[in-house]
């Protein structure tokens, strides 16, 4: 009789195919709008506001109402009571996610295209010319848009995101930095941006009674139930949130959207299922954005190169109407040694929608810009980039004065410089040509902190030795589901092919969801907790001390089943988070090639080393970090949004003004792992991973195109007409 429970089953870590893989390729995962209800859903379409600021003075829907197939037609006049949005101040996490949301509350106009009408038809195409038949007539307000012409209104928010201090100071920085023998002094820019995830927001809701199902793509269930039970005033067992699969988030998909307010709101008046799906267009105004930021980094160093002065200042645009600063200098107060510091973060206020979380908020800005001012100042210094920032290696966490629970950076910066033949670079900017092309090489370095969040998870084992594995966590692309089977199978020592996992059912056990990079840690390690729990009630009810038993006696003690919950420990609550400073750490290496006769960037080939722990799945591991390279690489050369600073709206507002990186643009990247588990960040030794691989990545395509022609372009993205005025002279 063969053991279920085997102790030689090991596929954590192993490059597993994704098991929902063939269901995505074939058509088979169903997506939220996708979804067929009970009875035939009705459709619904947004209209959004024409004007940035002010009110609405009339609004005419008769047309819309006498238009084939309508049913119903929901205005400021209409729409259902819900309570007060609050004050644009938002309070600490969770409530910055849960607090109800209100659509079509009154006749203000806070930003462009907010929903000033929704229209409810048989069908999409029905919807869609009925909301066109409306007439909205406006008293327009003069609006506050540009971020640089009014700098001096900026103020200090009470704290940053994730509760981050707003500021931090150690020394004294002005004085070491006017003092030291070598200063960099530089703005960046870096833009508005759009996170754009493949599947836009979309809804389908459904009411039975006083229960409400609500499909719809999520990155945090337990937030997005609790935001629209809050806004419609229902108690939240009332509210389930369905969420199986989700089409990319990127921080998109963390709160509550007008999409979904707005079909469960038309749901309960029409008594059936109601569909509404943001358009692509509709996102860049209804669906949240990365902010435009200003940064001054200051950096104060002795000839030898170990600095002395370390600042960095960011002022932020924030809507007016809530108030989001992204931690961005943050991610500089962990990374290189400097006895005097000095990070800021200042808002200032603009008539536009709320920024959002969009991958890995402020350390994705941040260190492009920070890490070019490292550049920068190994320049001035004639050292090379590398050598630097071993230099300023911190042995313990600079600002927090603690430990790190584990570091390799250096580990990463000089594996990075072997495998790319970093030592083939010219120090000197502008030297290596191929033709009509000048060559380049760039590094930076990336680092993230590594957050836990709190997560419990169910699993079961039945009769035959088949395990389910139950957790409301979600998978937005990122392979939840294949490394939740894996940690399932080695724990419980059964195959993997005999283990399902069910996710996204607001139902399961709760999770902090996907978002932070915290997801496959805390859900694993709660899946990890809840198999032990498992195998020591399989080891009672054996009357073993091992866990150890055969198929038969299973089927014999136990016909319907076992099943045990475990939970993870979240930071707040774990020791370990408070003795030491945890981060994940990598290394960025870029080359790129610049056409001297039209100032075109294009990428060769790009490197990234990392640290983040033990890996749970080398092959979804390796795919989350060439997507942050390929992010990074648009955020230094592609990805903005541009602002009408006249009406207040974005004007490139569709995948083909806003550019993004495709197959043409990417080469080969290069991902390697320098693996060490960190059994301080929790049971599985794993960091988080999927956000790392953008930090430091546009930083080093940054500091290749400055390598390659000696011109420094501050302003991002590094477009054609920034470059090409002060490229060489195309005959020299």
């Known amino acids: ?66 238009a084939p197939g309508v049913l119903h037609v929901m205005t400021h006049r209409n729409a259902p009571a819900q309570p007060d949005f609050g004050p644009p101040l938002t309070p600490t996490p969770p409530e910055v996610f849960t607090r109800a949301r209100p659509v079509l509350a009154d006749d203000q106009v806070r930003y462009h295209d907010e929903p000033v009408a929704l229209v409810v038809a048989e069908s999409f195409e029905a919807a869609r010319a009925a909301a066109g038949l409306i007439r909205v007539r406006y008293e327009a307000a003069a609006g506050a848009f540009e971020l640089a012409p009014r700098l001096a209104e900026a103020y200090a928010p009470p704290r940053t995101n994730a509760g981050m201090q707003t500021d931090s100071a150690i020394g004294d920085f002005e004085g070491a930095f006017a003092a030291a023998p070598v200063r960099v002094e530089a703005i960046y820019r870096t833009p508005y941006e759009h996170h754009n995830p493949m599947e836009p927001h979309a809804t389908l809701a459904e009411w039975s009674g006083d229960m409400v199902t609500i499909r719809t793509g999520a990155q945090t269930l337990a937030n997005v139930r609790a935001g629209i039970a809050n806004t419609l005033g229902i108690p939240s067992e009332n509210v389930r949130i369905v969420s199986p699969f989700t089409g990319g988030g990127f921080g998109s998909k963390l709160i509550v959207h007008a999409d979904t307010v707005l ?163 010219s120090a000197a900017p502008g030297q290596v040509r191929e033709g009509r092309k000048l060559i380049g090489m760039g590094m930076a370095a990336a680092i993230r902190p590594n957050y836990l969040g709190a997560a419990t998870a169910r699993v079961a084992i039945d009769a035959r030795a088949r395990v389910t594995v139950r957790l409301d966590m979600t998978d937005i692309g990122t392979g939840t589901y294949t490394i939740l089977a894996q940690i399932a199978a080695e ?119 990392i640290d983040a722990g033990r890996l749970l799945n080398a092959k979804t591991a390796r795919s989350q970090v060439i997507g942050g390279m390929t992010w990074g690489l648009g955020a230094a050369l592609m990805e903005e949004t541009h602002l009408d600073p006249r009406h207040g709206r974005f004007v490139n507002r569709d995948l083909a003004e806003y550019h993004v990186p495709v197959h043409a643009d990417v080469p080969e990247l290069e991902v390697v792992f320098l693996e060490q588990p960190d059994e301080k960040a929790n049971p599985l030794g794993a960091k988080g991973l999927g956000e790392l691989g953008v930090c430091g990545a546009g930083a080093a395509v940054a500091n290749a195109v400055h390598n390659a022609t000696g011109v420094r372009v501050r302003d991002f993205p590094i477009t054609l007409d920034k470059l090409l005025p002060h490229l060489p002279m195309a005959d020299a």
């Not at 098991?19 to 058509?27: A, E, Q, R, S, W």
């Open 1 to 66: 009789m063969a053991d279920i429970i085997a102790t030689d089953v090991t596929v954590i870590g192993k490059p597993v195919d994704r098991i929902d893989g063939p269901l995505k390729v074939t058509g088979r995962a169903t997506y939220a709008y996708e979804h067929v209800p009970s009875e035939a859903p009705a459709y619904g379409v947004i209209l959004g506001a024409t004007i940035a600021k002010g009110r609405i003075a009339a609004i005419d829907t008769a047309e819309a109402e006498r």
């Open 263 to 425: 079909a469960a709101l038309a749901a309960r008046n029409l008594q059936r299922p109601v569909k509404v799906a943001l358009t692509r267009q509709q996102m860049f105004g209804n669906a949240g954005h990365r902010a435009e930021m200003m940064h001054l980094v200051r950096l104060g160093a002795d000839r030898e190169g170990r600095l002395t002065a370390l600042g960095h200042d960011v002022c932020s645009a924030t809507s007016r109407v809530e108030e989001y600063c992204e931690q961005t200098a943050v991610v500089t107060r962990s990374l290189y040694a400097a006895p005097n510091r000095l990070t800021r973060h200042r808002l200032v206020p603009v008539d536009l929608r709320r920024g959002e979380w969009m991958r890995s908020p402020g350390e994705a800005p941040g260190l492009i810009a920070f890490e070019c001012g490292m550049d920068e100042l190994a320049e001035r210094l004639g050292l090379d980039p590398i050598e630097l920032r071993i230099r300023n290696e911190p042995a313990r966490d600079p600002e927090r004065g603690v430990p790190f629970a584990s570091r390799n950076l250096v580990g990463c910066l000089q594996e990075g410089a072997r495998r790319f033949g970093w030592d083939r670079r």
């Open 491 to 609: 724990r419980l020592g059964v195959p993997l092919a005999a283990v399902t996992v069910e996710l996204g059912d607001s139902r399961f056990p709760r999770t902090a969801g996907s978002g932070g990079s915290w997801g496959a840690a805390s859900s694993g390690s709660a899946v990890h907790q809840a198999c032990l729990a498992l195998r020591a009630k399989i080891a009672a009810a054996a009357g073993t001390g091992d866990g150890t038993l055969s198929a038969d006696f299973l089927a014999r003690i136990a016909p319907e089943g076992l099943e045990a919950e475990g939970a993870s420990t979240p930071m707040a609550a774990n020791p370990d988070y408070k003795a030491f400073s945890q981060h994940s750490h990598g290394a960025q290496f870029a080359e790129v090639a610049v056409d001297i006769d039209t100032g075109e960037v294009r990428l060769r080939r790009m490197l990234a080393v």
